[in-house]
């Protein structure tokens, strides 16, 4: 589950991290509101408005059909109230959203944390993330804070450094001073640093995040380590532990399909192709998508049905599937383990006489428990669905659908 900058920042301070102080707004009149506030917190008078979106790329977006950028610097209250009108409402469009780009519903008035000071302010680069190789969490930093990561690990992979945490043993002190060595600080901007990364680290485990990604880290001109910007997701697996972090999912800004199918406990996953595919079982489900490709078709998507498919749950498949007007056939792929083929095969006439018209046609592949039963109950049902029991012959029948 993603989190917006702001909610990712309040669960930062939680853990003592500090970080560039911050209004969420939802209207301009409530960004002017919220200017005010930060200058009573903090002393700024200058501000930046950020779009909260779940997409990286922000400062380099453009909300669509205009100049404007996704984050902008404000100077006055008439130009904070201004700049939320243009990203207020507007979508926005970055490297991370596509061409599609994202609603903006709501804004970050941040306080301006690059005051003049003795030296220089500097961007760094701090994240956290599990190393499924290693079976270890990775912290990863750089010097080249607040540029693209991506092009840093292409272009300067020496600027890219990573530390390997052993999750029984935690972080380790010396791991935390090694990173600040590295990031290339001395003196109270190191010590700093040692106690953000021990913070942020903590924040992590504690909150079951499958990501924490800071950038920038800003060191300020007297050597202050702040968290500028948070981008944070949360173990969807983990958020029964959670639940005033569950309280932060925003279901605007994922697809409506997707959410239809975690109501109905589908798993959906929704592709650009042009078959659909209900399956019983992740790895059979990326199987069948290899057959739909074999076949020369293209998925439209992933949808595990679990385990214990019956005629409701076939049916939310159904209706979740058709509500994709790319899909031209779909393939119901089902191994009888747990679940017995004439079952499912029951639930599959129960759920077409439901739906009533299904507009496409509908292959299933019936193989394990009672195979042959199913099989007999499709073909004697006067629908217009196709069995097969052989998955070659199911990848034949899509081929002839689609062509």
């Known amino acids: 589950m993603n989190v917006h900058e702001y909610q990712g920042k309040e669960i930062l301070k939680k853990y003592g991290v500090k970080i560039g102080e911050g209004i969420v707004a939802d209207t301009p009149e409530q960004a002017v509101e919220a200017a005010k506030k930060l200058t009573e917190m903090t002393g700024a008078n200058i501000w930046v408005v950020k779009a909260q979106i779940h997409a990286g790329g922000r400062g380099k977006g453009k909300i669509k059909g205009t100049e404007y950028r996704g984050v902008m610097v404000a100077k006055s209250l008439d130009e904070v109230k201004q700049k939320a009108e243009q990203i207020l409402g507007g979508t926005l469009i970055t490297i991370q959203t596509g061409a599609e780009g994202k609603l903006v519903s709501k804004v970050l008035v941040a306080a301006d944390v690059y005051y003049p000071g003795a030296s220089q302010p500097k961007e760094l680069y701090l994240s956290i993330l599990l190393d499924r190789g290693t079976g270890q969490n990775v912290i990863i930093a750089s010097t080249e804070g607040g540029m693209d990561i991506e092009e840093v690990a292409h272009n300067t992979p020496e600027k890219l450094f990573k530390e390997w945490v052993n999750p029984l043993v935690g972080l380790q002190a010396f791991q ?3 990173i600040a060595f590295k990031l290339g600080l001395a003196g109270n901007a190191l010590k700093e640093m040692v106690t953000f990364i021990t913070k942020i680290y903590r924040a992590y485990e504690e909150s079951d995040a499958a990501m924490i990604e800071i950038n920038p880290v800003l060191k300020t001109s007297d050597d202050q380590i702040l ?8 173990d969807d697996n983990a958020l029964y532990r959670h639940p005033d972090l569950a309280a932060y999912r925003d279901i605007t800004e994922e697809d409506p399909l997707e959410v239809e199918a975690g109501e109905s406990n589908l798993n959906y996953v929704k592709l650009d192709g042009n078959v659909g595919c209900m399956v019983n079982g992740a790895g059979l489900a990326m199987a069948t998508m290899d057959v739909i490709k074999l076949s020369g078709g293209e998925p439209a998507n992933f949808l595990d049905v679990g385990g214990g ?3 409701k749950t076939v049916e939310a498949g159904f209706r ?12 119901i792929n089902i191994f009888g383990g747990i679940v017995r083929c004439d079952r499912v095969a029951n639930g599959v006439v129960e759920a077409y006489k439901a739906i009533g018209n299904i507009p496409v046609p509908i292959i299933v592949r019936l193989q394990g428990t009672n195979a042959e039963e199913g099989v007999r109950i499709i073909n004697e049902s006067g629908l217009k669905v196709k069995s097969a029991v052989v998955l070659k012959d199911a990848a034949k029948l899509v081929s002839e659908a689609i062509s």
């Open 227 to 234: 968290a500028v910007d948070c981008k944070m997701s949360i």
């Open 320 to 331: 979740i599937i058709l509500k994709d007007p790319n899909v031209k056939a779909i393939l």
């Open 309 to 311: 498919a019956n005629a």
């Open 176 to 178: 935390a001073r090694k």
